[in-house]
């Protein structure tokens, strides 16, 4: 059985810190991985994909993925209130389709103005 | 993206009744999926519609307690038949674009 695994947290930083939240996976096989964010009350938002290993960096956001030690990581930098929310990193199959989208179970984080 | 429609948003239901949520998107997609998130929980994979088949039900999932719906390539309903409280989750529409998932507004029912 595949399996994601996330630090359920609750995760607390300060306003303009970097907020760091790592995903393991169990599939070596897997090719594409993601982050949704999903705010309290509402569905997952898709906010960042990576295929490769690497940095990807789209605006606050840093997607690391690291397919050898079967990690993937998101790095928000200056954080806001906002971006309080629960981050759920999804990894996918070989196959590459959706259908073998696996979820975890999410890190709750919290930004303390 | 596909913009996600789906409704009821929320519903608050009898044990023993069912509901059926509907799901519209802007496009045409083949394959439109159905989850389910308990609550404080990540999200499952219920079934997989796919327009003129028989929808694909995963490990713990039936067609009789899940029905499925997929009249065209733009809308799908899901039913929750004979729910008890233990089927109050969120249930999630989405659909894949480049690999990834994109999701309806989600319904959120309770069931007494």
């Known amino acids: 059985q595949k399996e994601v695994e996330q630090n359920s947290g609750p995760l607390s930083v300060p306003e303009g810190a970097i907020a760091s939240l790592n995903c393991t996976y169990s599939d070596r096989g897997s090719q594409s991985f993601f982050w949704y964010r999903q705010y309290s009350g509402k569905s997952p938002e898709l906010i960042m994909s990576i295929y490769s290993n690497g940095d990807k960096e789209d605006g606050r956001f840093t997607a690391q993925l690291n397919k050898a030690s079967q990690y993937v990581s998101l790095l928000i930098r200056d954080s806001q209130p906002s971006d309080s929310a629960t981050y759920l990193c999804?990894?996918?199959?070989?196959?590459?389709?959706?259908?073998?989208?696996?979820f975890g179970s999410g890190t709750q984080l919290t930004v303390l103005p | 993206s596909a913009v996600i429609s789906q409704k009821p948003s929320r519903d608050i239901c009898q044990r023993g009744t069912s509901l059926t949520i509907q799901c519209q998107v802007d496009s045409q997609v083949t394959m439109m999926f159905w989850y389910r998130q308990q609550p404080g929980q990540s999200l499952t994979l219920i079934a997989t519609a796919n327009q003129g088949s028989e929808a694909t039900y995963e490990s713990g999932f039936v067609i009789d307690k899940f029905p499925i719906s997929r009249p065209n390539l733009t809308f799908s309903t899901l039913t929750v038949s004979n729910m008890s409280p233990e089927d109050s989750s969120i249930y999630l529409c989405?659909?894949?674009?480049?690999?990834?998932?994109?999701f309806g507004s989600g319904t959120q029912l309770s069931v007494l």
């Open positions: 989405s659909v894949e674009e480049w690999g990834a998932l994109f």
């Open positions: 999804a990894v996918g199959g070989s196959s590459g389709s959706a259908r073998q989208l696996t």
